[in-house]
């Protein structure tokens, strides 16, 4: 699966006790190591890849970029940051995503405290500190075993960054080659002349789907769940513009983060219902969202996902548009989802059901037609006249676009022991528990950005991120400054808010299908909404408790 390097990590420094050990070198990473020192405190971070960036690091796939417009989904810590990068589209792709990640890491010298191909392997609180063991990165032998000893631990790990690759009967009998689009190869894939399939149709699948096809000699999808894809509209971003958000740049940042999804604080959510309003009225708002493209959307009512008759009335409008692109009816039927809109993460696409209409492409519904095994030569599935009876489809490559073992799947691959040697995987074993999605009980000093149970993959993450990174270095300042040595959830406080994040989630119409959200689409993880709908309460309650001293988390002295 992609081109995992085996390389031998970057020596660590030789001071090996450290404040804060930072595990990943992402966007949560970068900025917490530049808080933490900033606040006068010692750090490293350890990065499994061998560059900063993470998921836009391992995401290469073709046709990666970002579906929050690039002038939010960038860092606000810093005005001269701001003012001097230059993105050159509304949505930014992979490789510009990433250049700018180097750029911030250059810009404010992080590098120097970042351990680069060097794993976390585990965590064990010890003498009131945190012992963190790393070892170069794939790579598990026991005597590269390093330990660093850090007295705050903050997992930067992401939230969607540890990849699901499903297995299928004989799926190791197969010869060509095999791809995930979250660990692409860095050097890039030449699909020309190539038969290939795709499996999943989620925001990756339908951001490749239109460019292998472009380049494979025919393209197979394998779809199990057809999504809901929004035209992204990307384009050009004009120089007026740019300046224009830029004279008022703090501003433009205030708005957006009072929005729930702390995004397109512009574009505001509807005042009505769906069901509100006249048919007229109704397509007229839908329309002008679907030609403004992307992800707001789904604000051109403000109860998209709390009230199942208007949620049908949208996803009606949406069918139709597919219907009215795809031109063969049968592919159009099996591309068009019944399921509540919004309920899987909305995608974003550059005509992806456009590309069901060139002549080498082929669809085949995993629902009707399921995969029975892989052979040599490619899938086996259940033949399409319905009998009994089964089809080969032959491949030299395929792409699993399968998804991520979502918010807690990088923080498992960690063995984690608190307080009287509790594991976190114990903790966590009916699903994640924590406090504001920050802090775990059993386990002190130890801090998730972008937690389960906080706004996260709901919002725009960079500033879900930086508001994370504020909070847990004003944390640890205070308790630096009150002399204190340990801080950790309190379990009553953790108990409430996880009753708290299931209420708020109970009144969506998110529980409604087999989301990532839910831990759904990974076997046998536990069934939980993860994240917490509402960003501008979540920040408020997140201000509330450390202005209130930590309240809900007990704390101790030197
Ligand atoms: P995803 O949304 O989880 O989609 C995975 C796809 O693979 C789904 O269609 C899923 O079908 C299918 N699948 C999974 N297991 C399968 C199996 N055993 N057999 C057949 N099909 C299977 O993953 P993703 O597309 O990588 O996106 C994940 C998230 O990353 C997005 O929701 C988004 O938050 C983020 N992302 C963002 C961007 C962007 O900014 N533009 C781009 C990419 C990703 P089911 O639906 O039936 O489970």
């Known amino acids: 699966m992609g081109a995992a390097k085996h390389l031998a990590p970057d020596p660590a420094p030789t001071s090996m006790k450290v404040d804060v050990a930072i595990v990943g070198a992402g ?23 061998g560059g900063v960036g993470g998921t836009w690091y391992w995401n290469r796939y073709p046709g990666a970029r970002c579906d929050v417009p690039s002038l939010e989904y960038s860092y606000q810590f810093s005005d001269e940051l701001q003012q001097e990068w230059e993105w050159s589209e509304k949505y930014a792709t992979q490789p510009e995503i990433l250049r700018y990640a180097e750029h911030v890491a250059d810009r404010f010298d992080l590098r ?9 392997i585990s965590l064990q609180w010890h003498n009131d500190a945190w012992l963190v063991t790393t070892t170069a990165a794939n790579d598990a032998s026991p005597h590269r075993e390093h330990t660093t000893t850090a007295r705050f631990v903050v997992l930067g790990t992401g939230c969607l960054s540890s990849a699901n690759v499903p297995r299928f009967p004989d799926d190791h009998l197969f010869t060509g080659g095999t791809y995930h689009t979250g660990a692409w190869p860095h050097e890039g894939v030449d699909f020309s002349g190539r038969r290939v399939a795709v499996i999943g149709t989620g925001s990756s699948g339908i951001q490749s789907i239109p460019l292998i096809a472009e380049q494979a000699a025919h393209l197979t999808v394998m779809q199990r769940t057809p999504a809901y894809s929004i035209p992204a509209r990307n384009q050009q971003l004009a120089p007026e513009y740019v300046a224009s958000i830029k004279a008022n740049y703090a501003e433009f940042r205030r708005k ?3 929005t729930r999804a702390a995004l397109g604080g512009d574009t505001p959510t509807g005042p009505h219902g769906a069901s509100e309003v006249n048919e007229v009225e109704r397509r007229a708002a839908l329309e002008e969202r679907w030609q403004k493209g992307g992800l707001l959307f789904l604000g051109a009512f403000n109860d998209a996902l709390t009230n199942p008759e208007s949620n049908r009335l949208i996803a009606d409008f949406v069918r139709d548009k597919i219907r009215s692109t795809v031109r063969n009816p049968d592919t ?12 899987k993460r909305l995608c974003v696409d550059t005509e992806y059901y456009e590309t069901f209409n060139r002549p080498n492409v082929s669809l085949i519904d995993l629902r009707e037609q399921p995969i029975e095994r892989f052979t040599a030569n490619g899938v086996v599935v259940r033949s399409a006249t319905g009998s009994r009876s089964s089809e080969e489809h032959e491949f030299d490559a395929i792409v699993f676009a399968t998804g991520f073992d979502a918010m807690t799947g990088a923080i498992s691959k960690i063995s984690i022991t608190g307080r009287n040697g509790t594991m976190l995987h114990d903790a966590w074993s009916a699903g994640p528990v924590n406090y504001l999605g920050l802090s775990v009980h059993g386990f002190p000093n130890l801090f998730t950005i972008t937690g389960p149970g906080s706004p996260s993959v709901l919002t725009n993450m960079i500033v879900s991120i930086q508001h994370h990174v504020e909070w847990i270095a004003d944390c640890i300042t205070w308790l630096k400054d009150h002399r204190m040595s340990t801080i950790e959830a309190d379990a009553d406080a953790q108990q409430r808010w996880v009753r708290h994040v299931n209420t708020v989630a109970g009144m969506t119409l998110y529980q409604s299908c087999s989301s990532w959200y839910l831990g759904a689409n990974v076997p046998a993880k536990p069934r939980i909404f993860m ?22 988390f007990a704390v101790s002295h030197h």
């Open 27 to 49: 966007f949560a990473g970068m900025y917490m190591l530049y808080r933490a020192r900033q606040a006068g405190f010692t750090a490293r971070v350890f990065e499994r890849g």
């Open 112 to 120: 120097r405290d970042i351990s680069f191909n060097t794993t976390v």
């Open 256 to 258: 957006n983060s009072l």
């Open 332 to 343: 159009a039927r099996k591309l068009t989802p019944d399921d509540i809109i919004g309920c």
């Open 531 to 552: 994240p917490l709908p509402g960003f501008p309460a979540y920040a408020q309650t997140c201000a509330d408790v450390a202005r209130d001293g930590y309240r809900g």
